[in-house]
């Protein structure tokens, strides 16, 4: 642990071991010593008291449990899927259909172990995202992707225009291939925004399946060979007129993101087509916050 002065405030330093992140906790919040169960298990992102951080857990378990109930198309997502984790300073980044909420992103501000990096696929030249972001993290890089052509606010972002996908469908790019692309194999994204209108499922589906490829081949852990992707924006199609089939690619798709280590912070409808659009948030966690401690009591 690393103590230094910053004005009149001593701030203390705490990395959490193989945690991607650097936290600064000052005196008047809860000392590192009474919220080390809540920074393991969120990778160092969160610092409650432990006993706080169980009963979360404990919410979480219980949630969890009920968010598989129906395969039914006409309600699905009423029926399913709500999240199962709150933050205490989410907010609203942008405006209308292209706004997304997130979890205490100021924090990131306070990182100073790397830039921010932010991916937002699908913008339609609507910028108000990234512009909010900047706001507030203004030291952030932001990689802005379409697959038509616009162009960035001056000094907001970077745009590339790419159709995204799983790579095999219409020349589409795949995620791991634009990180390898752009070279932050290496580093952690804090914040993946995806509005592609229909394609996340192809596009996790794909991210998913090639880490589990590449923990297989290397004997890591999947957590451990994929990028560190901190949050997750996207916006979930699935139409109206479909049969109930649909509501099974949809199920694993969320049980994708559980299976690596992803809780959902935050669920809306899309007003514009509510029965057929959903809009979801999930943060990355530490694969022990999904062990359900009274369970491995029994």
Known sequence: MLTKLIGNNTVKEVFITSSPFLLSLSNSQIPQEECRLSLEESDGFFCEYDQD???????HCSQNEK??????????????????????????????HGGKWACDIHKLQTNNSQIPLIYSFGSNGDFSFEEAVKDILPNSEIHTFDKNLYTCPNEICTFHQAILGNGKKKGSKSLKRIINELHHHKRRIDIL???IEGSEFDLFDDLFDSTKSTAESTNLPSSQSMPYIHQIFVEIHLPWNSGDEESHRAHNFFELF??????????????VDCRSVFEYAFIRLNPTFFIDSSSSKN
């Open 67 to 96: 968010n598989h109930v129906s395969n039914k198309r006409s309600s699905f997502f009423l029926d399913n899927w709500e999240p199962t984790i709150h933050c205490a300073f989410e907010q609203r980044l942008g405006i209308s």
């Open 53 to 59: 951080w169980s009963r979360r857990k404990s919410l």
């Open 258 to 271: 559980r299976h690596n280590n992803y809780a959902i912070f935050h669920k809306e409808a899309n007003l």
């Open 193 to 195: 925004k995806v509005d």
